[in-house]
């Protein structure tokens, strides 16, 4: 992909400029889902990447955004078809609060729009305090809990928060999810969303790939992990 070297170049200068913050302040609760998109932007453009838009209208759902956008678009925020490669790029940030369905809606709105525009690239990075996104997604956390004695009800919210890691591979290639394993989510979704041409949602398989995890800086004991995933 021909700006792949562009998102993992402002993947990590984004990284780095959260360490720093986080050294700087020494305090993870600074962040803000809305606030990295800004450095990661500028990044882009000091790096010569043209024609970056943030909340650029979905290409497929009624009323809603993109977080960021890579391609031409038209004077009235929308997407443009002659477009031969466009980036698309969702940003979820992972703390305490963040439910299964929060980082499932977005991979279904980039995987809607790769279904339409196959050409397209479309990314999901997703970013939060290293404990909390090691806790969802890494298989070292997995492994102590087994080793750790549980309450049931403890062990039942463990395991609904690690629904996280069937969708987002830590360990490099593809991870293919089984649709009919997440039907509540997908019905769910499909409530709450409408498409802009008035057909039915239709999402039958979706897959994802990760590109990058960053989640170390030399010399820095970093409060905070960064990961890229390519939805395919």
């Avoid at 769910?188 to 897959?207: A, N, P, T, V």
Wanted: hydrophobic share 35%; net charge neutral; with cysteine.
């Amino acid at each position: 992909m021909s700006h792949e070297i562009d998102i993992l170049r402002a993947s990590a200068c984004t990284f780095h400029w959260l360490c720093y913050l986080s050294k700087a302040t020494d305090n993870d609760k600074l962040i803000a889902e809305c606030a990295i998109k800004y450095p990661f932007v500028e990044s882009l453009e000091r790096h010569f990447v043209s024609n970056v838009t943030l909340e650029l209208k979905h290409p497929i759902y009624k009323g809603r955004n993109i977080d960021l956008y890579i391609g031409i678009h038209s004077d009235k925020n929308e997407f443009d078809k002659s477009e031969k490669e466009p980036v698309f790029v969702e940003f979820k940030f992972l703390k305490e609060s963040t439910k299964p369905r929060d980082v499932f809606v977005d991979l279904l709105r980039l995987r809607s729009i790769k279904m339409r525009y196959p050409k397209s690239s479309c990314y999901l990075i997703v970013y939060g305090e290293k404990l909390v996104f090691n806790r969802l997604l890494t298989e070292s956390s997995r492994k102590n809990d087994d080793k750790v004695e549980l309450k049931t009800e403890v062990k039942e919210k463990i395991s609904k928060e690690r629904v996280l890691s069937r969708w987002l591979s830590e360990k490099g290639g593809e991870c293919t999810i089984n649709m009919n394993d997440e039907k509540s989510y997908l019905d769910e979704f499909c409530k709450d969303y409408q498409r802009r041409d008035g057909e039915e949602i239709k999402i039958d398989k979706l897959s994802t790939k990760l590109v990058k995890l960053f989640d170390k800086e030399e010399g820095i004991d970093t409060l905070f992990s960064f990961g890229v995933w390519e939805v395919l």
